[in-house]
């Protein structure tokens, strides 16, 4: 009963379902409790009469046996606390991710419902994407410039060193900021 009042006591410790939870610093002391009711349960369950050294070679078996249990209950403190600052990443990481989705959410708000017209290409010279700007001053759908070359807004109207601006821009991944005539 002392012994069980004594493991009830331990900060951090609790026998749940079988299984033992111990903060680090309880893991020694548990384990000291653990010897101390091997052993009473041991010379219980023995007769008056038998000989010391089978006594002694119980103990040491019991002395080894809490060892190893002192051992497994150290690696679960290690992997419960290693869990834990991996899942406490995970979750900063996580409420990173929604920051970063948030802002680009309002990003993404804010350049579709620019007045200006926005056209965005690739390296390539391909267009990904135009805002409804652009959709409602070219005339042209965006399934109908997606993919497609800007050379299909030259007019002939537009200045050409504006077209030899946009281009070279364009072809340095660089904005490029103009007008043009279509």
């Keep these: 009963a002392a012994a069980r009042e004594r493991i009830e ?6 026998l749940e379902s079988g299984q033992v939870h111990a903060h680090p610093a ?13 052993k009473k349960v041991i010379f219980s369950l023995l007769p008056q009469d038998v000989d010391p050294d089978a006594v002694q070679t119980l103990e ?3 002395q080894e046996a809490v060892a190893n249990l002192t051992e497994v209950l150290r690696a679960r403190v290690r992997v419960h ?3 834990r600052q991996r899942s406490l990443a995970l979750q900063q990481s996580l409420q990173e991710t929604q920051q970063t989705q948030e802002r680009l959410r309002i990003l993404s708000m804010a350049i579709e419902q620019s007045p200006e017209s926005i056209m965005i290409t690739n390296l390539e010279a391909r267009i990904e994407y135009v805002n409804e700007a652009f959709v409602k001053a070219t005339g042209y759908q965006r399934e109908e410039v997606i993919g497609q070359n800007p050379k299909i807004l030259h007019s002939g109207q537009t200045p050409r060193e504006e077209h030899a601006a946009l281009w070279a821009a364009l072809s340095k991944g660089q904005t490029w900021k103009g007008e043009f005539i279509n």
Excluded: R, S
Aim: no cysteine.
């Design 60 to 62: 040491q078996m019991g």
């Design 9 to 14: 006591q331990l900060p951090y410790a609790a």
């Design 81 to 83: 606390t290693m869990l």
């Design 26 to 38: 309880t893991v020694g002391e548990l384990t000291g409790l653990l010897i101390m009711v091997n």
